[in-house]
């Protein structure tokens, strides 16, 4: 597939997923929503690619939202199509990868983009980083999974009056209310992403994945996180990261995982 409003670019094991429409502020349209989602299906089945970092081009803006032009004339029917389809296309999907997925928050995360941002498995951000949900403001609400998300991470309280109010928080707060992990300057930002990957691809990515599916499960209705747990961790059991693992601890060696 040609992309036309992304780019990704590899360094050792780490892939950075860049969102670009700079003149739109990187807002989500529909044909974002699926150059992104084949982008990361092609990452996740690249067995190079042990971390993926997602980003926005430009100093300005991670994403500023959906692209608000596409669905102002939008039916009720339509409205309805448009979360389910950006749901299961890209925010469910991202989520769900087994490949661990960064967010670099990269200046303003609002509406669609602050719930992308929040399907990722955990965030960074740049000190000028603004983060919001206004969907409120334009009369809809967060359709991307933003209200469910949302209060999973930074609680329920919070999450009400942020949405209520359309406000938008900065980094330092985003970090206080644990919806970041770290902030640091802008120019910091992709090395303090290469440092996490680096971190990351040390470990077992069969293990990962796995806890990646555990962690989830905490958060899906219907879903008992602790069996998910008991199987995950009785399957890391059958597998050769582990035998590798624990066979270089005995031998007290850097253990070499091959992902398998
Ligand atoms: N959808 C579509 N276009 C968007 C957009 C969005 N969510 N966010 C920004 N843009 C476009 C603007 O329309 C403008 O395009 P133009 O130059 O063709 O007119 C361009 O991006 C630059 O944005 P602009 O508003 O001029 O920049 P700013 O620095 O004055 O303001 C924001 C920045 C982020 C505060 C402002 O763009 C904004 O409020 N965006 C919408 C945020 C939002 O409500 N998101 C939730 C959507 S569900």
Redesign the pocket.
């Known amino acids: 597939m040609k992309y036309e409003n992304i780019f990704i670019e590899h360094e050792k094991g780490i892939a950075t997923l860049i969102i670009n429409r700079p ?3 990187n ?1 989500l349209n529909k044909a974002t929503i699926h150059e992104l989602h084949h982008a990361f299906y092609a990452l996740e089945t690249n067995a190079e690619v042990k971390v993926i970092v997602l980003t926005g081009s430009g100093e ?2 991670f994403v ?6 596409e669905f102002a004339n939008f039916s009720v029917e339509e409205g309805t199509q448009l979360a389910k389809q950006g749901q299961e296309l890209l925010f469910d999907f991202v989520e769900n990868l087994k490949t661990p997925v960064i967010a670099a928050i990269n200046g ?1 995360a ?4 602050l719930e992308l941002a929040m399907a990722c498995h955990f965030r960074v951000a740049s000190d000028n980083a603004k983060m919001g949900l ?2 409120v ?2 009369g ?1 609400i967060p359709g991307y999974g933003g209200t469910q998300r949302l209060p999973q991470l930074v609680g329920k309280g919070r999450a009400m009056e942020m949405i209520m109010t359309a406000g938008v928080i900065n980094a330092e707060e985003a970090k206080t209310y644990g919806l970041v992990n770290h902030v640091v300057p802008q120019t910091e930002l992709a090395a303090l992403c290469y440092g996490i990957g680096q971190k990351i691809m040390k470990n077992s990515p069969v293990a990962i994945s796995e806890a990646i599916k555990a962690i989830n499960a905490n958060f899906k209705d219907g879903v008992d996180g602790f069996e998910t747990e008991i199987k995950a961790f009785g399957k890391c059991f059958g597998t050769e990261d582990f035998r590798e693992g624990t066979t270089a601890f005995l031998e007290k060696r850097k253990a070499e995982f091959k992902g398998n």
Do not use: H, N, Q
Not at 110 to 113: A, E, I, N, V
């Open positions: 003149t739109k502020l807002a300005k803006a500023a939202g959906a692209d608000i032009s303003f609002l509406g669609g983009g206004p969907e403001s334009l809809v």
